[in-house]
């Protein structure tokens, strides 16, 4: 089951699957999304009634969030959960599962959540949805990865959306075409003739519980090139480009009759990372070339997770996303040396030394 919070997570949590449960503040935006199998208002009682959305401020998403907690954390258990980390909204409320889930004891597998966050695009979106995102990634969701007690955490960006011009509804079908052709890897393993390894669905159930980032992407595979370049030029255009893989796992489609064992070149490559993938190579008879799928979990520090978040935009982008950091630094304290500093101002004003004199009277030097 899915569950979809705010905006972006209730449109793409419902076009993934009938059965998912939807999250907002706002009726109205809950009612507008299509599909899905349940509703719920999460609420914040106003002077004015309740509020029409989060209107970009997660403190109001949070605030809702104590309205729907202990629903919330019974249906995350072991489910997946979408949202922005943009707006109000996703990004309050899941900051309020997030922490819920960082102070509970240990997690079995089984129970454990994927969440699948959208990043803004910094260089065209508001100056809101970028300090937010950055407020989230170092906050909660790094305190969360931490605590061991999340699944994987797939961050999806809207790059692609807004550099293409792509509508809104066609991107998140791309969004969620990309994650069910990963989440199809062990039905396929059910159903196409097995040639080597093999994947099931505990396998995947525990790969994509572990508390790292999963990056997932596909590529027709060509034996006869090195597969490290063709990983890299075949990332995923939908999320944000991962890091050194801790874990990996991959499902290789050769056509029919074709040669299984070009998968050795894959082991090695990663072999060579000191990463050993699970893997399997499956027959499918209605693919012309060998294809690929692969995803590798990496693991990043709350810093490092803003610097891959400002690397999707451009540089002038990057002083803003900067400017914002720099208003939470500590400004050190200047060291100034008064005495120099009055003997300038002295000499400044063409004043006698006697000025110099009266000041240390005074006690100010
Ligand atoms: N890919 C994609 N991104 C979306 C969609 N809707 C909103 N976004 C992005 O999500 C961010 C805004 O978050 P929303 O999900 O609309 O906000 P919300 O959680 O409903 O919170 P509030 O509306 O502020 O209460 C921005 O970065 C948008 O570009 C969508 O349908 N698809
Ligand atoms: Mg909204």
Redesign the pocket.
């Given at each position: 089951m899915t569950i979809g919070?705010?905006?972006?997570?209730s449109?793409?949590a419902a076009k993934l699957d009938s059965q998912a449960v939807l999250v907002?503040?706002?009726e109205t935006?809950l009612n507008k999304v299509p599909g899905g199998a349940r509703r719920i208002l999460a609420s914040v009682h106003a002077a004015h009634g309740q509020f029409r959305?989060?209107?970009?401020?997660p403190q109001?998403?949070h605030d809702a969030y104590q309205s729907v907690r202990r629903e919330l954390l019974e249906l995350v258990r072991g489910n997946m959960v979408f949202?922005?980390s943009?707006?109000?909204?996703?990004?309050g409320i899941a900051t309020g599962l997030l922490q819920d889930l960082s102070k509970v004891g240990d997690i079995n597998t089984a129970d454990k959540t994927f969440f699948g966050i959208?990043?803004?695009?910094a260089k065209l979106?508001s100056n809101e949805?970028v300090n937010n995102t950055i407020e989230f990634l170092t906050g909660p969701l790094a305190e969360a990865i931490d605590s061991g007690n999340t699944g994987n955490i797939v961050l999806?960006n809207?790059k692609k959306?807004f550099e293409e011009k792509i509508s809104?509804?066609r991107?998140?079908q791309l969004?969620v075409d990309s994650l069910k052709l990963f989440l199809s890897i062990p039905d396929k393993n059910d159903v196409y003739r097995l040639l080597d390894g093999h994947i099931d669905h505990e396998d995947f159930a525990l790969f994509i519980s572990k508390p790292y980032f999963n990056h997932f992407t596909f590529l027709d595979y060509d034996p006869a090139k090195p597969f490290g370049e063709q990983l890299d030029a075949n990332s995923n255009p939908l999320l944000l480009e991962p890091e050194a893989a801790i874990e990996a796992l991959f499902l290789l489609e050769v056509p029919r009759g074709g040669d299984p064992t070009i998968f050795y070149n894959i082991l090695q490559y990663f072999s060579d990372k000191n990463v050993s993938p699970i893997y399997s190579v499956v027959e499918n008879p209605d693919r012309q070339k060998p294809f690929l799928t692969v995803a590798q979990l990496y693991s990043r520090k709350p810093a490092e997770l803003v610097d891959d978040f400002n690397r999707i935009t451009e540089q002038h982008v990057q002083a803003k996303v900067k400017k914002s950091l720099d208003q939470n630094v500590v400004l050190h304290k200047l060291d100034v040396n008064m005495e120099q500093e009055a003997r300038r101002a002295v000499k400044q004003r063409g004043d006698t030394e006697d000025v110099l004199a009266t000041l240390r009277r005074l006690g100010k030097l």
């Amino acid at each position: 089951m899915t569950i979809g919070i705010g905006g972006a997570g209730s449109k793409i949590a419902a076009k993934l699957d009938s059965q998912a449960v939807l999250v907002n503040v706002s009726e109205t935006e809950l009612n507008k999304v299509p599909g899905g199998a349940r509703r719920i208002l999460a609420s914040v009682h106003a002077a004015h009634g309740q509020f029409r959305g989060s209107r970009k401020n997660p403190q109001i998403g949070h605030d809702a969030y104590q309205s729907v907690r202990r629903e919330l954390l019974e249906l995350v258990r072991g489910n997946m959960v979408f949202c922005s980390s943009g707006g109000g909204t996703g990004n309050g409320i899941a900051t309020g599962l997030l922490q819920d889930l960082s102070k509970v004891g240990d997690i079995n597998t089984a129970d454990k959540t994927f969440f699948g966050i959208i990043l803004p695009y910094a260089k065209l979106e508001s100056n809101e949805f970028v300090n937010n995102t950055i407020e989230f990634l170092t906050g909660p969701l790094a305190e969360a990865i931490d605590s061991g007690n999340t699944g994987n955490i797939v961050l999806f960006n809207n790059k692609k959306k807004f550099e293409e011009k792509i509508s809104e509804d066609r991107y998140n079908q791309l969004l969620v075409d990309s994650l069910k052709l990963f989440l199809s890897i062990p039905d396929k393993n059910d159903v196409y003739r097995l040639l080597d390894g093999h994947i099931d669905h505990e396998d995947f159930a525990l790969f994509i519980s572990k508390p790292y980032f999963n990056h997932f992407t596909f590529l027709d595979y060509d034996p006869a090139k090195p597969f490290g370049e063709q990983l890299d030029a075949n990332s995923n255009p939908l999320l944000l480009e991962p890091e050194a893989a801790i874990e990996a796992l991959f499902l290789l489609e050769v056509p029919r009759g074709g040669d299984p064992t070009i998968f050795y070149n894959i082991l090695q490559y990663f072999s060579d990372k000191n990463v050993s993938p699970i893997y399997s190579v499956v027959e499918n008879p209605d693919r012309q070339k060998p294809f690929l799928t692969v995803a590798q979990l990496y693991s990043r520090k709350p810093a490092e997770l803003v610097d891959d978040f400002n690397r999707i935009t451009e540089q002038h982008v990057q002083a803003k996303v900067k400017k914002s950091l720099d208003q939470n630094v500590v400004l050190h304290k200047l060291d100034v040396n008064m005495e120099q500093e009055a003997r300038r101002a002295v000499k400044q004003r063409g004043d006698t030394e006697d000025v110099l004199a009266t000041l240390r009277r005074l006690g100010k030097l």
